[in-house]
């Protein structure tokens, strides 16, 4: 008698939807980085910026001052791409957390279902153990009754 999980199909489903889950999880996590690379991105353009504004002021060469306006402008407009990654950021850490209750719950029913599976095969075992313990006393029983004969 081999054992076999009424539930085994329940548990491959959970399993499904887990790695699923999980899949979800890290793409959105992945958008996430991607977008915060981005924001850390743009501020070393900023600080990359602001250095060479500082070496304009103290060359005080002709010209400087239109270069030092146009940096100050690509400043502004990195500051503004800033602003739009953080909000695209917030929505994607919502995403995230959504995405990591969802494979946080799947795996708690994969687990869930996984310690009824052991259970059961435990019970299995042990209903197993208790035939094969009769089986062996009905033959001792057969044998010292046939020897008596």
Do not use: P
């Not at 991607?34 to 070496?55: E, N, P, S, V």
Request: include cysteine; aromatic fraction near 6%.
């Amino acid at each position: 008698m081999k054992f076999k999980f009424s539930l085994e199909a329940v548990l491959k489903n959970a399993i499904q939807q887990e790695g699923e889950a999980k899949r979800s999880f890290f793409q959105a996590r992945n958008k996430l980085d991607q977008c915060l690379g981005q924001i850390q991105t743009h501020f070393d353009q900023i600080r990359m910026a602001r250095d060479k504004i500082a070496r304009e002021e103290q060359g005080r060469e002709r010209g400087a001052v239109d270069r030092i306006t146009q940096l100050q402008s690509y400043i502004f407009g990195l500051e503004i791409k800033i602003k739009q990654e953080r909000l695209k950021a917030r929505d994607l850490m919502m995403d995230v957390e959504a995405k990591q209750e969802t494979l946080v719950e799947a795996s708690k029913e994969r687990k869930t279902l996984d310690v009824l599976k052991e259970r059961k095969y435990q019970e299995y075992r042990q209903t197993l153990k208790k035939r094969e313990g009769r089986e062996l006393d009905d033959i001792v029983v057969m044998r010292s009754g046939r020897g008596r004969i």
